[in-house]
């Protein structure tokens, strides 16, 4: 009997989707990386449509079964929610930690995904592709040529450039030639190209010059209402872990090869006498190994390594730190965008950014006051810094609420999901469009307004009269 009631529950769910796309707008976002995975854009990305869908918008995610989820190896392939369907398909999880592995779980999605997509292809009325993985918007471009829907593309990360900088691919292999020839007409034909980083805004404007118009830059994000400052007193992660009486210098997050952890390591290295201070790395990443092997070779008693934390624990991992640390390797600059940033501005951790001369990192912790950059390789430049705020907590405290103050000002959810929102409007069928305006302002008006005559005004695309 349950059974039956479960399967009626969905029949009814599927045929409330089904029936409203005729008058709702719809936006298919497309990304191989979902919760429960704990990678960040799809944190994020989950973030991102519940905000859009309560805004009116009918929102479909078409991703992959979990790769990256602690012990969770399955999701429900459907998922409906209010205005909000997610579809799972079956992935691959051949060597997930590898770059080949990913290379061939990343393909097989793209096929699997690809052929979803072109069964229901003209019921969304706008796609979003990300590049998770970082093939998918060439095999999007493919879809638009067959289904002329139209399509945004975000770039978590500028391919192949990234695999060129880490010397998996050479500069001049055929395959980069390639790639970079399809990127062209998959940014020429884009709606807008969404990037994370004014950098990387550059570097895709010199690009393709053909599509600088179309580019926009909308950082990262975090919560603030779900990470918030706390006493290491009043929490319970850095009691469980010994961490209330140090001072507590953290690296959370993927530990890639595009990060310079190497100058954080040397930092540890030179305060390993200074009992009052702890380096904590939480996460994981192709760096791990060789930093634990750093660790044994230097006799290092001043560090500790911990798993990822799920997204529960993960308001109290962030404000375990005393100091937060971000980092590019040289040469990264422009090609990736470190979301774990907007975390420990959430948390009013101070920053030391460690990254190349003249990088956005640098310019920020700068102009706000939120923390200090360090270039890649001074590691005695950032272990006198560490001392000195262990000495002065009250600097500590300063900088911690600059960039707090620096995240509601700059990266609220609030703020981002307007930018996208304003991107995402710009390509809906202007009658769906005016539903949308005109259901959101009933849900807004007193009781009795709802009866009165409408007028939606004008019949031009793009003007909406309230």
């Given amino acids: 009997m349950r059974g039956l009631r479960r399967l009626s529950a969905q029949l009814r769910q599927r045929w409330s989707w089904r029936a409203s796309r005729s008058r709702t707008a719809r936006l298919t976002v497309v990304s191989q990386f979902f919760p429960p995975d704990f990678a960040a854009t799809g944190q994020l990305l989950d973030d991102l449509s519940v905000r859009l869908a309560q ?60 052929a979803r997509l072109l069964r229901y292809a003209r019921r969304g009325d706008l ?51 390639v790639w970079r020839e399809l990127n062209r007409w998959v940014f020429a034909e884009a709606q807008e190209l969404i990037v994370l980083s ?22 990262s994000w975090a919560d603030p209402e779900r990470i918030q400052p706390l006493a290491k007193a009043d929490n319970w992660f850095a009691r469980k872990h010994g961490l209330e009486p140090l001072f507590t210098v953290l690296y959370s997050g993927n530990q890639g090869r595009c990060h310079d952890l190497v100058t954080l390591m040397a930092a540890a290295l030179l305060l390993r006498h200074d009992r009052r201070i702890r380096f904590l790395f939480i996460g994981s990443g192709p760096q791990r190994e060789r930093l634990i092997g750093l660790i044994n070779d230097w006799g290092l008693l001043n560090c500790r390594f911990l798993p990822f934390q799920s997204l529960e ?3 109290y991992s962030l404000t375990c730190a005393d100091l937060a640390v971000v980092s590019l390797g040289i040469g990264a600059e422009g090609l990736v965008a ?23 990192l640098q310019q920020l912790v700068r102009s706000s006051g939120c923390g200090a950059w360090f270039a890649n390789g001074d590691a005695d430049g950032l272990a006198r810094w560490i001392r000195h705020l262990a000495d002065h907590p009250e600097e500590a405290q300063r900088q911690g609420k ?38 959101r302002r009933l849900d807004a008006e007193p009781e009795g307004w709802a ?11 793009g003007a909406v009269t309230c």
């Avoid at 805004?201 to 580019?215: I, N, Q, S, T």
């Avoid at 774990?340 to 951790?349: D, E, I, V």
């Fill in 313 to 315: 624990v993960l308001p």
């Fill in 127 to 177: 796609l979003l592709y990300t590049t998770e993985p970082p093939y998918l918007p060439v095999v999007g471009w493919l879809l638009h040529r067959l289904t002329r829907t139209p399509y945004l593309v975000l770039l978590y990360d500028l391919y192949p450039d990234v695999l060129v900088e880490l010397k998996v691919l050479p500069e001049r292999h055929g395959l980069t030639r």
């Fill in 55 to 114: 805004r009116g918008l009918q929102v479909q995610v078409v991703t992959g079964q979990p790769a990256y989820a602690f012990h969770q190896k399955e999701a429900p392939q459907l998922e409906f929610h209010s205005n909000r369907c997610i579809r799972r398909t079956r992935a691959s999880r051949l060597w997930p930690r590898r770059i080949r592995g990913r290379a061939v779980n990343g393909l097989l999605f793209c096929l699997r995904s690809s």
């Fill in 338 to 360: 470190p979301s774990k940033l907007y975390g420990h501005l959430a948390a009013a951790t101070p920053i030391a950014a460690i990254t190349p001369e003249g990088s956005e």
């Fill in 402 to 439: 600059a960039a707090r103050g620096l995240l509601l000002a700059e990266a609220s959810p609030e703020r981002i999901t307007d930018q996208y929102w304003e991107l995402i409007r710009r390509h809906l069928p202007f009658e769906k469009l005016v539903a949308i305006e005109n259901t």
């Fill in 451 to 461: 009866d009165l005559p409408r007028d939606i005004g004008p019949q031009e695309p």
């Fill in 198 to 219: 004014a950098s990387m805004a550059e570097r895709l404007r010199r690009f393709c010059p053909e599509a600088a118009a179309k580019v926009s830059v909308i950082p």
